[in-house]
């Protein structure tokens, strides 16, 4: 529905970003080592994903399109929803999740939620 939105970053959470455009406030939420990469008061242009459940309408948001695309390859994986694939990014970029290997202890590295194998 929404391709990117690009604004100022009004506030940073733990999870999430919002980002002013046109005076309203939108909360995206991104992987950690994105929003490390934000300070409040920058432009930026965050691509998004937006996720609508039954209980849920939500947005999640990438620097780059290429994280954008991985995210949406993962969520392909079945059992794998938008909330564990943010999960898999914040603790793997998209480079590393292409070419990895993954290991047991690197998946012991994953948020304890995001820890069931695929089952594709």
Do not use: C, W
């Amino acid at each position: 529905m929404y391709a990117y939105i690009k604004g100022t970053v009004a506030a940073l959470a733990q999870d999430s970003a919002v980002i002013d455009n046109g005076g309203i406030g939108y909360r995206i939420f991104m992987p950690g080592g994105s929003l490390q990469e934000l300070s409040v008061g920058d432009e930026r242009k965050i691509y998004t994903h937006f996720a609508v459940r039954e209980d849920a309408m939500q947005l999640f948001g990438f620097l780059t399109e290429d994280d954008l695309n991985v995210f949406r390859l993962l969520l392909g994986v079945s059992g794998v929803g938008p909330k564990g694939a943010l999960g898999v990014l914040s603790v793997m970029n998209a480079d590393d999740l292409r070419f990895a290997q993954t290991t047991p202890r690197e998946f012991r590295a994953l948020p304890e939620s995001e820890r069931r194998p695929p089952r594709k």
